[in-house]
């Protein structure tokens, strides 16, 4: 306190160097580490399902290094520790919900979302089906009660008042 700074909440932390070059060699150990595990899981197709769960792994675990060490959160208040926390965690929930939606889809017959090949002809099935519909609506004529019905005013009847 020579200059009349209090440390105290939120003064600057000055990393050690050595603490700086540890972090940047774990985060190439653990670059490394996610390369090999996606060689290997391409190379045993039967444990891919685990590819997805592990690269999250591996890369909130390289996030965690550089918001802790170079972005200096384990030195600040705690405060900030605990909004990063919050927000990585709202972040997380937001994609569960997403990754819900979206291997649920299928389960509750939206078909129109994907690619399939039998999803595309059963996508022609139903334009042509709505087409027939319309066609065939054309050729009905509607009834003044109709329109009534519908709040609408017929076309030639427009011209009358």
Do not use: C
């Amino acid at each position: 306190m020579a200059h009349g700074h209090s440390h105290e909440g939120g003064g600057h932390h000055i990393v050690p160097q050595s603490v700086l070059r540890n972090t940047f060699l774990a985060l190439l150990v653990l670059t490394l580490i996610t390369v090999g595990t996606s060689m290997f899981l391409h190379a045993v197709p039967s444990l891919g399902f685990l590819g997805i769960p592990l690269a999250i792994l591996l890369a909130t675990g390289k996030a965690s290094l550089v918001v802790m060490y170079f972005m200096g959160i384990k030195y600040d208040k705690p405060i900030n520790g605990v909004i990063a926390v919050g927000m990585v965690l709202f972040v997380v929930i937001f994609m569960v919900f997403t990754m819900m939606d979206t291997t649920t889809r299928k389960a509750f017959g939206d078909r129109f979302g994907t690619t399939t090949m039998e999803d595309a002809e059963h996508w022609k099935e139903l334009k042509a089906r709505e087409k027939e519909i319309l066609e065939g609506a054309k050729k009905v004529p509607l009834t003044p009660a109709d329109y009534q019905r519908l709040g609408a005013v017929p076309a030639d009847t427009t011209a009358k008042q």
